[in-house]
């Protein structure tokens, strides 16, 4: 690990004050040690941001109010969570491990780094962690890597369960910065890699995420997070789906649906979502509403199954959903 | 307490940062301050440069202070510097959790906790769990079921399991003992007799 010097902030103002591109804000660590001790980031400063109080899960008529500083096993056990918002403390529980539950925060969650194992090993060209120097995965081993949202320059995956849902929920986020405070949308927060696969978001250097919105909505209350994996559990993604349906009867008068593990960012589905809409809750209209949910899906060599595997994630899911009723 | 006097270039010739790399660079020559040594202690000494921090925690009920490069992670400050090894350093990368300890009383992995972040904090390793000579209930129960083969996971997986139960309410079920324990990986496989041990354990401390 390369030297640095670490400073405990008191207030957002104490902890934004002369922050900059070598600045890291540690919270749970869970991310940043590990890239840390790999060298594949090296900040200068440490600003260990755990003492500030960006703390609270609450839920008025806007909607369901997370301080960035929640951990994720808090969120995921908060009874309004659990109640309105059940696809959130699925796709919670079903990230990580326990003690890493523990550690990691929302605010870090949204912005954990892919897991390529390109992206974490220093010795191999990787746009993302080096730009210009080349993308390995291309026709290297891609087999957990994205179809969606890809470019020339990087196919790396967006790991986060969490903010699956959260795309599917039109989720804000709330930024702190030495100039004032902005929301910006989830969907928006998180940019394409294009030819810059380097910058993952929106957030400046001397940004701090201090919490997230999710809107109240009668969507969310009914809702499912299926995650398909290598193994049972403590795994990423292959594929993942995050679905909300409203239903009138046996007619679905609103849909939410999000993918992960698929795109180079959470990818919601507005296509499938329109396809679902007014028409009954069946099979057929599963089936149907979701045979585009792909389309524009670049696959590599060993990834090919994904569009498939999507398709099939996202019917299994529709379906569990619609039987829980 | 100035660390640069005393940690030169190892015989081999390798560079300290080259050989010590983490968090490890003070292991020899700072000792462990506790009490009025400590509020003596000058200036913050640095290393490489690097303001060394000073951390006042609680480890297994007794207060410590000790200074440690903002690099050292949990698992090398109690391993290398305060001398409870019990406390096993497997993958380092946050995978395998043979690191687990309780911090506050929740099970965390001590591998990718700064040290740095746990003033006011109260630790608790493998070796604080036992009641003098009489083992903690699911000590006994690993014990009992043989939950373990070559048993470098064990920590680990005891000090997981006992979060998982006190801080966590336990596991109704065998398939959510295994859900639950799912980040401490055993390379024995050692699974079937550690979830029989979690199982009886929980009884005793529920």
């Known amino acids: 690990m390369r030297p640095y010097t670490y400073a405990q902030a008191r207030s957002v103002r104490e902890a934004l004050r002369g922050a900059g591109p070598d600045t890291a804000f540690l919270a749970g660590g869970t991310t940043l040690v590990d890239l840390m001790k790999l060298e594949v980031v090296t900040p200068e400063r440490v600003v260990d941001i755990n003492r500030l109080p960006l703390d609270g899960v609450t839920l008025d008529h806007k909607g369901l109010h997370i301080g960035a500083l929640e951990r994720m096993s808090d969120v995921a056990a908060h009874p309004a969570v659990r109640q309105h918002y059940p696809m959130i403390a699925q796709a919670l529980e079903l990230s990580a491990s326990a003690q890493l539950r523990n550690m990691a925060s929302i605010g870090g969650n949204l912005l954990q780094r892919t897991r390529c194992g390109y992206f974490r090993d220093v010795t191999t060209p990787c746009n993302k962690r080096e730009p210009g120097s080349g993308c390995s995965a291309l026709d290297g081993i891609n087999r957990g890597h994205a179809v969606l949202g890809t470019s020339d320059a990087c196919i790396a995956t967006h790991p986060s369960d969490l903010a699956v849902p959260l795309v599917a929920l039109s989720t804000t986020v709330h930024l702190a910065s030495p100039r004032g405070t902005r929301s910006v949308p989830l969907d928006t927060f998180y940019t394409l890699p294009g030819s810059t696969p380097d910058v993952e978001n929106v957030l400046r250097p001397d940004e701090l995420i201090t919490g997230i919105t999710v809107p109240r909505s009668p969507w969310a209350a009914r809702s499912l997070y299926l995650k398909v994996r290598d193994r049972q559990s403590y795994e990423f993604a292959l594929t993942s789906a995050a679905v909300a349906l409203e239903l009138q009867g046996r007619t679905i008068t609103n849909a939410r649906i999000a993918a992960g593990g698929v795109g180079t960012r959470p990818w919601r589905l507005t296509a499938v979502e329109r396809a679902l809409t007014g028409r009954p809750a069946t099979p057929a209209t599963f089936e149907a509403a979701v045979t585009h949910a792909a389309d524009g899906a670049q696959p590599r060599e060993h990834n090919a199954f994904k569009p498939a595997l999507l398709r099939r994630t996202l019917v299994r899911a529709l379906t569990e959903l619609q039987e829980s009723r | ?206």
Do not use: W
């Open chain 2, 1 to 206: 307490m100035n660390q640069e006097h005393d940690a030169g270039p190892g015989r081999s010739g390798v560079s300290r940062r080259n050989f010590l790399g983490g968090g490890l660079v003070a292991a020899a020559v700072t000792p462990l301050l506790t009490g009025q040594a400590e509020a003596k202690a000058a200036a913050a000494p640095t290393v490489d440069g690097v303001a060394q921090v000073t951390v006042r925690a609680a480890v297994n009920g007794s207060p410590v202070t000790v200074r440690v490069d903002p690099r050292a992670t949990l698992l090398d400050t109690l391993r290398e510097r305060l001398d409870l090894k019990g406390t096993k350093k497997g993958c380092d990368r946050g995978q395998c959790g043979a690191c687990t300890v309780h911090v506050d009383g929740r099970r965390v992995l001590s591998c990718l906790t700064l040290a740095a972040t746990t003033t006011g904090r109260e630790v608790t390793t493998i070796e604080g769990l036992a009641d003098g000579d009489r083992l903690h209930p699911m000590q006994q129960a690993f014990v009992e079921h043989d939950g373990l083969q070559c048993g470098f996971c064990t920590p680990g997986q005891i000090m997981s399991a006992v979060a998982m139960v006190d801080d966590e309410g336990g596991a109704d079920s065998d398939d959510e003992i295994r859900e639950r324990m799912s980040g401490n990986i055993c390379r024995c496989s050692a699974y079937p007799r550690i979830v029989d041990a979690i199982r009886d354990a929980q009884q005793v401390m529920r």
